[in-house]
């Protein structure tokens, strides 16, 4: 690299310099959207695709952006992922899916919600206290209602750490969900040692199953596995009547994905819970 010529490290100068100074913009504006309060979060549904029960949600965050509409969580989550305003946004969306399951139970509807958990926001060493304040300003909350998403390698940076902060967590009722599963790297280590009750598996292997062998071969392994360990396992990224026909069998009631409900806002959750039902060929499987 040292050899690179004076050009070269001219250019590659000022493209870093663009993009420190776009990184920086980007943090400033992100700072004043969380001020404006123009973060909302989108919920979308897991069922099981057999019974037709609802199972709860998935909050997932969104940026109204007065000019550029609906900015979605990969434009803005990335830029915040390593500054401490990745902490502030992540408390902002557990203290929101507390007050929407409260704004839910008071419409008569009970509807626990999952929440993804950034990996800086879980390295903090107070995470468990402020959730527990979190919590204890929510009374009517029942705790076990939410759910918190971890991903497989945010965890793995160190594994006993994270482990007695999720033990902590659970100890005040919440519940956890290792996210994107399958795509990390020392699934069993992991699965041994986190209290984690449900395992998701990574919309790519379920996109992919009916093709590709190896996909299948990894959706099958992971159920295996939760099977196992006494987890629980939810697919995500079911879009067609064909991936829960091949699921359910399997023994993955669960799922999560467009072909049940693309992410909506709250006020639309209960009038899709009232009229939604599995499809045929899904309940009819055993
Ligand atoms: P995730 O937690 O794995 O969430 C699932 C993502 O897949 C969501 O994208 C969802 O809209 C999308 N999805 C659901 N069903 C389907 C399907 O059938 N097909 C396809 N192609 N996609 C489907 P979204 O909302 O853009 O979020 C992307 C990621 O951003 C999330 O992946 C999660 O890792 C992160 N994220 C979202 N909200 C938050 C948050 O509040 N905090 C943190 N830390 N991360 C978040
Ligand atoms: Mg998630
Ligand atoms: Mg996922
Ligand atoms: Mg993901």
Known sequence: AKQAGKNGYHL???AKDIAVKT??????HIRIALDKKEFVLFYQPKVNMRTGEIIGVEALVRWQHPQQGLVPPAKFLPVIEDHPLS???????????????????????????????GALQLQRSD????????????????????????????????????????????????HFAVDDFGTGYSSLTYLKRLPADLLKIDQTFVRDMLEDPDDLAI???????????????????????AHGELLIPLGCELAQGYGIARPMPASELPQWALQWQPDAAWRNLA
Not at 219 to 241: C, D, M, P, W, Y
């Open 12 to 14: 590659f100068d000022v």
């Open 23 to 28: 990184q920086r913009e980007t943090l400033e």
């Open 87 to 117: 902490i502030e946004l992540g408390d902002w969306v557990i203290d929101e899916a507390l007050n929407q399951i409260e704004r839910w139970q008071a419409q008569g509807l009970k509807m626990p919600v999952s929440v993804n958990v």
């Open 127 to 174: 995470f468990a206290a402020r959730l527990a304040d979190q919590l204890l300003a929510h009374p009517q909350v029942p705790p076990t209602f939410l759910e918190l998403e971890i991903v497989e390698t945010s965890a793995l940076k160190d594994i006993a750490e994270v482990a007695d902060l999720m033990r902590a967590c659970c100890a005040l009722g919440v």
């Open 219 to 241: 959706v099958k392994g992971v159920i295996g596995l939760a099977n196992a360990f006494h987890r629980r396992v939810i697919a995500e990224g079911v879009e067609t009547i």
